[in-house]
């Protein structure tokens, strides 16, 4: 089997700026639904009380909520979680209330109404100060991939490329938290991991792209920037492709039988595992070329030897 | 020119079967136990003795068991069913603990690994499981360090009023102001001397001269480095009361860890008693003994609202309101132990308790000074304060063996005991991350996740063999072994999985599978380029391995930033991402390439290799 029978470069850079406004566009419409809308934190960050139960027969919301109103939780949240039959129970942390005994009172109040009994299978309770503290650490733990990544290619490649491979990334990790913010789904710490697992994978698509770049640049000579960049894309799209499907393949089978808790994770990862092809391919590249790559930046090693002599 | 050397080969060889052996433990699932481990600090645990205790209570109840494993700190038995394990639960409990009030050995439910005794004693086990995939509760506590300085600063005040006693000092009032304790003077002779006198004796204390009004006087503060002492000292002896707590539940395998400066974590496995559990450990009670003071008038005056200096007004359990000294005589630290049982003579619960040597000392000269006066055990919980009991003192106690009787029922005098035995903690704590799962949604998350990863591979390996043939074999043939290492590193390290973990073991996979593709497209191309099959074998492994590298290492750094900053799910993702990327360079270079090498490194003219259909432009 071959899917890519591609007889010349595809010339992606004559179209390199459509590329960047598109991407501009969903950026700022990222931006604009995260000002906007903002995230839907999970108790992880906001802190608070996260119960989930399930009932042998469905139960009827009202009276829950009528139960734990009569307990002085009117803020609860009572919402159906995957079947009619488990109940997913939100409440917000309060000053000057025993929150660690939150869950055992809610417990009380259900086991009070009669009808189907509750089992408790989940109980999440988070502290205030742990929540900022969580959020506080996502922000160093992006700093540091960040700064890390762009010091590695720096090294291994040219500043240019370091910055580039950044940029376009970070656009998808925008991306991923626009549709986080858009369709308000709930922003939990597996999201956040596979955030930033998603960095580190689309960065690995970018460097393959710039390492078919540098090695173009080194052996073929007579072809201009663009072709370059045209010649490189072309001869690892199939992989790209081929690979990506894979890791989707697979990040699909979790979305699929992971049930709830893998869900998110696994959304965020598809999301990403898209706009990541898509940046690495047709952002990262065009950023080079608007940076001023060039052959001489290969060569500058036997540059800087040759003038020794002089 | 595809040829390993011998060393190479058996390199690859040896890696993977200690990948299977390291593995299969995980194989043979679970089989119940009953453990028995020791319930108290000072009951240390003789592995044999106790063995053979386990078996003849057993015999004895006419029970078979599956074998007896001892290490260093419990004896486990395993059983056929859990009809049969909770039989003998039962039975070893009644041999054990003849006393159900006061047991001495904690015995309780657990799952053992059924792998063969082989492959336990060369420490290969099944991989360590986080609470949710068994279900239990995890508990972050959050321990009060001003607390714990506050309460030093308490007992300090006392100790200098002694010292100064002592010494023939006189002052004009002691008393903690803040975080520091406030010594007044009437003229500055006095002063020195005292300066001189406290440094003598204490150098966890700076003091620093001052005047107030009239008054001269003295601030003395704790040192830095004693204040970390202390904060450091609390943490250990609250970890230290919590495993006794903790004993009292009869869990299997707790953990109980220190997690930052101010911070502990806790993680019942298996406990569905929530409630019971956080009950236990919620009791963030200190205990104190001061003095009652009843000077004639002093407690009316107190319910009027007018409290005098030096005292404070308290409650007692039954109602009563009694007025106690501020004054600490003596706190939780200096008790050893504590037991209910009955008075020797009025056959009364009593409670008895037994006091370290300093703490002995200090309740001799107390008792000896204050017969027929009244002294109040105080519970502190939550900065609220409760007289357990105040009894009278009958005569002068030496020896550090105190006993507490009267009006006391025997359930009240196991609750006393139970909250002195356990050692009162150091410090205050309080909850602030809770998180259970039930056993069921354990079971279903460990389906749900066995079944993601298996899926997914299944998709990416008839995908894989359908595009690139015999290639693709080989490429499933190391993602596999990727995953038997991954596992088997797992096991080893007893590192805990968790669901986000065995996320990451699938994206792991999934990510994984780029290397190979990598190399197989590589091969595609040289072939494409007019390359002889040899050649474009070894060059496109070549070509290919920078870009893995480099490709790796991005994915490497993410991992680890994952890995430094991530606590609780994303520390469970991060271990295995990071370890799946290491594990993932050796199969996908080493292992593919030795298979591919075995395949066609002898054949000298080969014509074409199976790596599906090389399409060339203009053919």
Redesign the interface.
């Known amino acids: 089997?071959?899917f890519f029978?591609?007889?010349k470069d595809i010339p992606f850079m004559k179209h390199a700026l459509v590329f960047n406004v598109i991407s501009l566009i969903t950026f700022l419409l990222a931006v604009f639904f995260l000002a906007t809308k903002g995230l839907h934190f999970s108790v992880?960050f906001t802190g608070g009380t996260l119960m989930?139960v399930s009932y042998a027969e469905p139960p009827a919301l009202e009276k829950l909520r009528d139960a734990l109103g009569k307990e002085g939780y009117q803020d609860a949240q009572v919402q159906n979680f995957g079947s009619s039959r488990d109940v997913l129970i939100r409440l917000p942390n309060r000053s000057g209330d025993e929150?660690?005994?939150v869950?055992?009172k809610v417990m009380a109040s259900l086991a009070a109404i009669d009808g189907p009994k509750a089992?408790?299978?989940?109980?999440?309770?988070?502290?205030p100060?742990?929540g900022k503290e969580?959020a506080s650490?996502?922000a160093?733990?992006?700093l540091?991939?960040i700064g890390?990544?762009v010091l590695?290619?720096a090294m291994?490649f040219e500043w240019r490329f370091a910055v580039s491979a950044i940029i376009a990334n970070l656009h998808d990790v925008i991306i991923i938290l626009g549709f986080f913010a858009l369709f308000q789904w709930e922003f939990?710490?597996?999201v956040?991991?596979a955030t930033?697992?998603v960095?580190?994978?689309s960065?690995?698509?970018s460097?393959?792209v710039f390492?078919r770049v540098r090695?173009t640049f080194k052996k073929k000579r007579g072809l201009t920037t663009p072709q370059v960049l045209d010649h490189a894309i072309t001869?690892?799209i199939?992989?790209t492709i081929?690979?990506h499907?894979?890791?989707?393949?697979?990040?699909?089978?979790?979305l699929?039988?992971?049930?709830e808790?893998?869900y998110y994770?696994?959304l965020a990862?598809t999301i990403g595992i898209c706009f990541g092809i898509y940046s690495s391919v047709l952002v990262a590249s065009p950023l080079v070329m608007w940076l001023g790559v060039s052959r001489e930046q290969f060569m500058q090693v036997k540059k800087e030897k040759q003038e020794a002599v002089v | 020119m595809n040829r390993y050397p011998l060393w190479k080969n058996l390199l690859i060889g040896i890696v993977l079967l200690w990948g299977l052996i390291y593995t299969l433990p995980n194989f043979y699932g679970e089989v119940p136990a009953v453990q028995v481990s020791s319930g108290k600090a000072t009951l240390k645990l003789d592995a044999t003795a106790t063995m053979a205790r386990v078996e003849e209570s057993l015999k004895a109840a006419g029970i078979a068991h599956d074998g007896l494993f001892a290490d260093l700190t419990s004896v486990r038995a395993r059983f056929r069913d859990t009809d049969t394990q909770l039989k003998a639960k039962d039975a070893i409990e009644k041999t054990f603990n003849p006393d159900a009030a006061d047991p001495s050995y904690v015995v309780a439910l657990n799952l053992l690994s059924a792998s063969p005794q082989w492959l336990t004693s060369i420490h290969a086990l099944p991989m360590y499981l986080g609470l949710d995939l068994r279900g239990g509760v995890h508990f972050l506590l959050q321990v009060d360090m001003k607390g714990a300085v506050t309460k030093r600063l308490d007992a300090t005040a006392g100790d200098l009023r002694t010292l100064l006693r002592d010494k023939n000092v006189r002052h004009a009032g002691i008393g903690r102001e803040g975080a520091a304790v406030v010594i007044k003077f009437r003229d500055t002779e006095t002063q020195a001397r005292a300066r001189s006198v406290i440094s003598a004796a204490n150098n966890d204390l700076q003091l620093v001269e001052g005047q107030d009004g009239a008054d001269y006087k003295l601030t003395a503060s704790l040192t830095p480095l004693a204040q970390k002492t202390i904060q450091e000292f609390a943490i250990r002896q609250n970890i230290s009361t919590l495993h006794n707590r903790i004993n009292e539940l009869g869990v299997a395998e707790p953990v109980i860890q220190q997690q930052g400066l101010d911070r502990i974590v806790v993680q019942l496995p298996g406990v569905q008693d929530v409630a019971k559990a956080k009950d236990i450990l919620g009791r963030t009670a200190t205990l104190e003994i001061r003095l009652v003071d009843d000077t004639p008038g002093g407690l009316e005056a107190a319910l009027q609202g007018n409290v005098p200096p030096g005292t404070e007004l308290y409650t007692e359990r039954g109602g009563n309101p009694l007025l106690v000294k501020k004054q600490v005589v003596l706190t939780g630290e200096r008790l050893t132990d504590a037991q209910p049982g009955f008075d020797g003579q009025t056959h009364e619960a009593a409670v008895h308790l037994t006091l370290d040597s300093a703490g002995a000392r200090i309740f001799k000269d107390i008792t000896r000074e204050n017969i027929n006066k009244r002294m109040a055990i105080l519970l502190i919980e939550k900065g609220k304060g409760e007289v357990v009991t105040a009894p009278v003192i009958r005569a002068e106690i030496g020896g550090g063996r105190v006993q507490i009787s009267g009006r006391m029922t025997s359930e009240e005098a196991t609750d006393t005991a139970l909250l002195l035995r356990a050692g009162s903690l150091a410090a205050p704590m309080e909850i602030i991350e809770e998180r259970t799962i039930g056993p069921s949604l354990g079971a279903e998350n460990i389906s749900k996740g066995f079944h993601s990863t298996l899926w997914g591979f299944v998709a990416i390996a008839i995908f894989m063999c359908a595009y690139y043939m015999l290639f693709g074999l080989v490429s499933v043939l190391a993602l596999a072994s990727n995953l038997l290492l991954l596992v088997a590193l797992l096991s080893l390290l007893q590192a805990t999985l968790t669901l986000p973990g065995i996320a990451a073991i699938a994206l792991t996979l999934g990510m994984a599978i780029d290397a190979n593709v990598l190399i197989n497209e590589r091969i595609r191309e040289e072939l494409r380029n007019g390359s002889t099959p040899q050649a474009a074998i070894h060059a496109g492994y070549d070509r290919a391995f920078d870009t893995i590298l480099d490709s790796n290492v991005t994915t490497l750094i993410a991992g680890i930033a994952l890995l430094v900053f991530g606590s609780g799910p994303v520390r469970g993702f991060a271990v295995v991402h990071c370890l799946g990327i290491l594990t993932s360079m050796f199969s996908a270079i080493l292992v593919s390439r030795g298979l591919v090498n075995m395949i066609y490194g002898k054949k000298r003219k080969l014509e074409k290799l199976a790596i599906g259909q090389v399409w060339k432009p203009g053919i």
Not at chain 1, 245 to 254: A, P
Not at chain 1, 256 to 259: A, Q, T, V
């Open positions: 089997m071959e029978k591609i007889r992880e989930e929150t660690a005994k869950s055992e089992e408790l299978r989940r109980v999440e309770f988070v502290g100060q742990v969580l650490d996502g160093m733990a992006l540091l991939v890390g990544i590695y290619l291994r939990s710490l597996p956040l991991a930033l697992a960095l580190g994978y960065v690995n698509e460097v393959v390492d090695e001869s690892t199939s992989r081929i690979t499907g894979s890791t989707q393949m697979m990040v699909l089978s979790m699929l039988f992971g049930g808790t893998l994770f696994s990862l």
